[in-house]
């Protein structure tokens, strides 16, 4: 039986070949662990310590790693449709002003079971309608997305800053942060929810914002698999002029892909708004909806993809954080350097590894059915 008939398994795909690219970005970084004096086995055991080790620790995992599922899903719905939307740092800024926003003009008013609903209505109407411009100029004016999605985060950069110095800063506030929210615009924290029930948990960051983010797996996988729109989403994604010859409108599909995408994105905001830091503040995004493309890419854009990337990820950053503080040779700045080598193996060299792996994967199947054949 010739190997050229041996269909490659998708387990390879999305199982394998990720799992050989993150091996190599640390491989990669422990060379440079070594370089510089650092056994790269005992950085290991503080990373994966400081991630895991303690129920503080797997709070701050668990938060990171629920922003990364929020952008990581915004980046694969679009990816679906054939758009690279680079936007989800600007998306989820502007998804966590209308939270902010929302919440500074009602929380006097409502109790907190009408402003969560309306405030996730909120991220996701902001987030949408952000998106929804490169979309618009996408479709009907034949404008990139990716060069209109870049300059929208700087766009949404810029007026977040104006808006908080000019607009909604705290009068007599030296820091450009708005008031802090009343009581029922705090989504409850994790440890507190324990603590209803009589259960001790270390304080951190991670709320309820973590199953909001559980729940938009399942509705991801359930539009994206299960509905018409995503079906028309994929056929554009995979073939734009078949799409056309079965009758399905690309435009439409670009500013639907683009829409739910920025909605998505924009529930970044109802973590740290709303979850975490109570009031509007500058630079909350940190860099999740530029690491949200590499999660998708991980993550070959489904939702259990994304989960187990994005955990990898809050991993490497609440890891790495301690990595930093307890090794003195290991900087911030290398921190980020192997995060970087994770997103450049997993991003930019996702396939590098593709032909070799599938290669040895036909060799060691043509070994074995060789025998088989003989006897036969």
């Not at 404008?143 to 800063?169: D, E, K, P, Q, W």
């Amino acid at each position: 039986m010739s190997t050229a008939s041996v269909k490659i398994p998708v387990w390879i795909d999305v199982g394998l070949i990720p799992l050989v690219n993150i091996a190599l970005a640390f491989l990669v970084s422990g060379v440079i662990l070594f370089a510089i004096g650092v056994d790269p086995l005992q950085a290991v055991e503080i990373i994966l310590y400081g991630a895991f080790g303690y129920d503080e620790a797997l709070g701050y995992t668990l938060y990171y790693t629920t922003n990364f599922v929020f952008t990581g899903l915004a980046v694969a719905v679009a990816f679906h449709a054939g758009l690279f939307n680079i936007g989800g740092e600007g998306q989820a800024y502007i998804g966590g002003l209308g939270v902010g926003l929302g919440i500074l003009a009602l929380d006097p008013y409502l109790p907190f079971i009408v402003l969560l609903p309306l405030s996730i209505l909120l991220a996701a109407a902001f987030g949408a309608a952000w998106a929804a411009i490169p979309a618009y100029l996408q479709a009907y004016r034949g404008s990139h997305i990716v060069i209109t999605t870049i300059m929208f985060n700087f766009i949404a950069a810029a007026l977040m800053v104006y808006l908080m110095v000019n607009v909604l800063i705290q009068p007599g506030n030296m820091s450009p942060e708005s008031r802090e929210f009343a009581e029922a615009g705090h989504l409850p924290f994790v440890h507190e929810m324990f603590g209803w029930f009589g259960i001790a948990v270390t304080p951190s960051p991670l709320n309820l914002s973590a199953v909001w983010a559980a729940v938009c797996c399942v509705l991801v996988y359930l539009f994206i698999w299960r509905t018409r729109w995503g079906y028309e989403i994929r056929t554009v994604g995979a073939n734009e002029t078949a799409a056309v010859y079965a009758g399905i409108d690309p435009k439409k599909v670009v500013m639907l892909a683009m829409c739910v995408s920025g909605a998505l994105a924009g529930f970044v905001g109802i973590n740290e708004v709303m979850g975490v830091h109570h009031r509007l503040l500058l630079n909350f995004t940190a860099g999740y909806g530029f690491t949200g493309i590499a999660v998708a890419l991980m993550g070959r854009n489904h939702p259990i993809g994304i989960v187990l990337a994005s955990l990898l990820f809050g991993m490497l950053y609440q890891g790495g954080a301690e990595l930093a503080f307890e090794e003195p040779k290991v900087t911030r700045e290398m921190v980020v350097t192997i995060q970087g080598l994770v997103i450049l193996f997993s991003g930019a060299l996702a396939y590098m590894m593709k032909g070799p792996v599938e290669r040895a994967y036909l060799r060691i199947v043509g070994m074995t059915q060789r025998p088989a054949a003989q006897e036969g």
